[in-house]
C-alpha cells in the first residue's frame, strides 16, 4: 500500500464531504488508506481552492485530487501543487482561464436550472421537493431526500468566480460524463473533457450524483488515475 498516492476527494455545490460516502469505501476496499475529503465553505471559488490546497501541502507524497461536480473547478484552480500528480473530474466543471461555471452553464443550461432558488441571504439551493430529480434521479428516495434536507447551499456570487490558472493544462487528467446530468449538461461535461486531452473519459448512464449512485465505476477511474 506503500506504492499508492493520497487520493483528497472535493465535493461540489449542495453537498459536503459526506458525499463521498460510497466512494471513500470503495477506495479502502481497495487498499487506499491514505484518503481526505475537503470540507470546502462555498463562499468564494479563491476560498475553496485555498482550503483545498491548504490539505494538499499537509499530504507528504504524491496526491491525486478528484473533484465532483464545482468541485472540479476547485480542483482546476488549485491542482497546480507540485505533489498534484493527476486530476480526476466526475461529472465536473472544468473551466478554462477566465471562465467561471456560471458561464459554461449558460452555454447549455441544465434541466434543473429552474429548481435553483436563491434566498434572502445570497445563498443558492436546490428546492428540496425536486432535488432528487435535479440532483440524484437514480438514488433511492430516501437517500435523495436525506441529501436534500443535509444540503449545503452555495453564496451564489461563487458561480460567477473566475478560473486564473488552470491546472489540467499541465496536469493528466481522467474525466467521468453523467449522460443523464441534469445540473451540467451532459454536452458541456463533453466538451469540457475533449478539451483537456484527457488520459480517459468515461461515459456512465447516471445522474449528476454519480459519486453516489455508481462508486464502483467511479472508483475504476480515480484507481486508473493513481495507478497512472
Same mark, same amino acid.
Given at each position: 500500500?506503500?506504492?499508492?498516492?493520497?487520493?483528497?476527494?472535493?465535493?461540489?455545490?449542495?453537498?459536503?464531504?459526506?458525499?463521498?460516502?460510497?466512494?471513500?469505501? %470503495?477506495?479502502?476496499?481497495?487498499?487506499?488508506?491514505?484518503?481526505? !475529503?475537503?470540507?470546502?465553505?462555498?463562499?468564494?471559488?479563491?476560498?475553496?481552492?485555498?482550503?483545498?490546497?491548504?490539505?494538499?501541502?499537509?499530504?507528504?507524497?504524491?496526491?491525486?485530487?478528484?473533484?465532483?461536480?464545482?468541485?472540479?473547478?476547485? @480542483?482546476?484552480?488549485?491542482?497546480?501543487?507540485?505533489?498534484?500528480?493527476?486530476?480526476?473530474?466526475?461529472?465536473?466543471?472544468?473551466?478554462?482561464?477566465?471562465?467561471?461555471?456560471?458561464? @459554461?452553464?449558460?452555454?447549455?443550461?441544465?434541466?434543473?436550472?429552474?429548481?435553483?432558488?436563491?434566498?434572502?441571504?445570497?445563498?443558492?439551493?436546490?428546492?428540496?421537493?425536486?432535488?432528487?430529480?435535479?440532483?440524484?434521479?437514480?438514488?433511492?428516495?430516501?437517500?435523495?431526500?436525506?441529501?436534500?434536507?443535509?444540503?449545503?447551499?452555495?453564496?451564489?456570487?461563487?458561480?460567477?468566480?473566475?478560473?486564473?490558472?488552470?491546472?489540467?493544462?499541465?496536469?493528466?487528467?481522467?474525466?467521468?460524463?453523467?449522460?443523464?446530468?441534469?445540473? @451540467?449538461?451532459?454536452?458541456? %461535461?463533453?466538451?469540457?473533457?475533449?478539451?483537456?486531452?484527457?488520459?480517459?473519459?468515461?461515459?456512465?448512464?447516471?445522474?449528476?450524483?454519480?459519486?453516489?449512485?455508481?462508486?464502483?465505476?467511479?472508483?475504476?477511474?480515480?484507481?486508473?488515475?493513481?495507478? !497512472?
Amino acid at each position: 500500500m506503500a506504492d499508492k498516492p493520497t487520493i483528497v476527494l472535493v465535493h461540489g455545490f449542495w453537498g459536503g464531504a459526506a458525499h463521498w460516502n460510497k466512494a471513500i469505501l %470503495e477506495l479502502k476496499s481497495r487498499g487506499y488508506d491514505k484518503l481526505h !475529503a475537503v470540507e470546502n465553505p462555498l463562499t468564494s471559488l479563491a476560498e475553496d481552492a485555498e482550503r483545498t490546497r491548504k490539505m494538499v501541502k499537509q499530504v507528504d507524497g504524491p496526491v491525486v485530487l478528484v473533484g465532483h461536480s464545482y468541485g472540479g473547478a476547485v @480542483i482546476t484552480e488549485a491542482g497546480d501543487l507540485p505533489n498534484v500528480t493527476g486530476l480526476v473530474y466526475i461529472a465536473a466543471f472544468a473551466p478554462d482561464a477566465g471562465e467561471s461555471p456560471g458561464q @459554461i452553464s449558460q452555454e447549455h443550461p441544465p434541466a434543473a436550472f429552474e429548481n435553483l432558488v436563491p434566498d434572502s441571504d445570497g445563498y443558492l439551493w436546490v428546492k428540496q421537493d425536486k432535488y432528487h430529480w435535479s440532483f440524484g434521479a437514480d438514488l433511492n428516495e430516501d437517500e435523495a431526500y436525506t441529501m436534500a434536507v443535509t444540503q449545503k447551499a452555495p453564496l451564489a456570487s461563487t458561480f460567477g468566480d473566475n478560473i486564473t490558472a488552470p491546472a489540467w493544462r499541465n496536469k493528466p487528467v481522467w474525466y467521468q460524463v453523467s449522460t443523464e446530468d441534469r445540473m @451540467i449538461h451532459p454536452d458541456n %461535461e463533453r466538451r469540457m473533457a475533449a478539451r483537456m486531452n484527457p488520459r480517459k473519459v468515461i461515459e456512465l448512464d447516471a445522474s449528476h450524483a454519480s459519486l453516489a449512485s455508481q462508486p464502483k465505476a467511479v472508483v475504476d477511474l480515480i484507481d486508473e488515475a493513481a495507478s !497512472a
